[in-house]
């Protein structure tokens, strides 16, 4: 195995016992624990450090398309009955416009991001990781990592501490080929949920996607190019139904910013260092795709440590990225180009099984020759060109 020199924090003095891994995940969110996960499926021994105490919330839609289903279950994780709430599509509102399509296998799920947080550790503590929560990175390079009172040495390092990751930053990754930045509030209402799909509302500025996420709870997220326009006020004065739809309704939680973006790096590896999650880049949130890659890239990455070739990993990385960075782009396209998400909508609406074809390639069920010949029906000629 090549090990060579990183761009690293600087290392205080050590004066604490010096311990050892095969792996260390730096970032103890889903993406963290489920290549934990992962790295003791294949054997090693792994350690996860993060600097805050479970159960780790972040501002998401919590909705599980069925194929990152799949993949949760790919790592020995399933769901207990009545975990959440089932979906069996998605529908497209604007205005008078409604536009819906099942998923064509299984259904999807909307849960709170904490439980799921708690069934992951609970898989990985079982798999037997040692979790180190409160406890802090302050540094690595390519063969030890630095913690409070003590170094660790290691064989890999995985670097899975979101999209500000400063493991991307200390080891030299951060060449990006693109980034592009939305913004993001989510709410919990406390309401029945009126439909049997995860909704996305298209408004002039912003677009909200409704995830019901229990029998009497759904979430509800808010995202659009500028800050201001996230704002729950603000953007339900354009969405009508959704407005009309939460009146008198109680609010389950407080009410969370964050930021989403479209980011592709040029490389998800170096030495003996490796990216995944955010950290390794990322798709717009409205896509639903973050946990199914996270998951997928996680299981990719243990494959390719086992055989001691992170290029593996780079390859099966971008390879996964494919189908959601396009899915990314198209719903970006969409929220911008008003006069043609109108005419798009109408015609889906009188031929749904266009709509059902996008969705089909959406979650893996479609290939993308199928979903070309759908946008040239629907006159999307920037996708066919």
Not at 106 to 113: K, P
Not at 131 to 160: C, E, H, M
Not at 363 to 382: C, E, I, K, N, P
Request: proline share 4%.
């Amino acid at each position: 195995m090549c090990h060579m020199a990183t761009k690293t924090a600087p290392f205080a003095s050590n004066s604490g016992s010096k311990n050892e891994t095969d792996v260390f995940v730096i970032g103890g969110g889903p993406a963290g624990l489920a290549a934990a996960i992962a790295a003791r499926r294949k054997g090693f021994r792994v350690t996860v450090a993060d600097g805050a105490a479970p159960p780790i919330d972040k501002p998401c839609g919590e909705g599980m398309m069925p194929e990152t289903q799949v993949a949760l279950r790919e790592l020995g994780v399933t769901l207990p009955p009545g975990a959440g709430c089932c979906f069996r599509g998605i529908q497209f509102v604007q205005g008078s416009v409604r536009v819906a399509a099942d998923f064509p296998q299984g259904q999807g799920i909307g849960i709170r991001r904490p439980i799921l947080h708690e069934l992951l550790i609970q898989e990985a503590e079982r798999r037997g990781a040692n979790l180190l929560w409160k406890t802090p990175v302050l540094g690595l390079d390519s063969a030890s990592v630095q913690l409070p009172g003590r170094i660790v040495s290691v064989r890999w390092v995985i670097g899975a501490d979101g999209a500000g990751s400063r493991v991307r930053r200390w080891s030299g990754l951060e060449a990006t080929v693109q980034r592009k930045q939305r913004s993001a509030s989510r709410r919990h209402y406390r309401l029945r949920p009126w439909s049997e799909y995860a909704e996305i509302h298209w408004g002039p500025r912003s677009q909200a996607y409704v995830t019901p996420i229990s029998d009497e709870e759904v979430c509800i997220v808010i995202t659009a190019e500028k800050a201001e326009d996230v704002s729950f006020e603000r953007a339900l004065r354009d969405l009508r139904e959704l407005r009309e739809r939460l009146i008198g309704a109680e609010l389950g939680s407080r009410e969370r910013g964050a930021m989403t973006a479209m980011h592709s790096l040029r490389r998800v590896s170096r030495g003996n260092i490796a990216l995944v999650g955010d950290a390794s880049g990322g798709v717009d949130a409205i896509t639903g795709h973050g946990l199914q890659l996270a998951f997928r890239q996680a299981r990719a990455l243990a494959e390719a440590m086992a055989s001691g070739d992170l290029q593996a990993y780079e390859h099966k990385h971008r390879q996964l990225a494919r189908r959601p960075i396009w899915m990314g782009r198209l719903m970006l396209w969409l929220g911008r180009n008003a006069k043609l998400r109108v005419r798009a909508l109408h015609a889906m609406q009188r031929r749904p099984e266009l709509f059902a074809r996008l969705l089909a390639f959406h979650v893996g069920h479609a290939t993308l020759s199928d979903v070309l010949a759908t946008s040239a029906q629907l006159g999307w000629r920037f996708l066919t060109a």
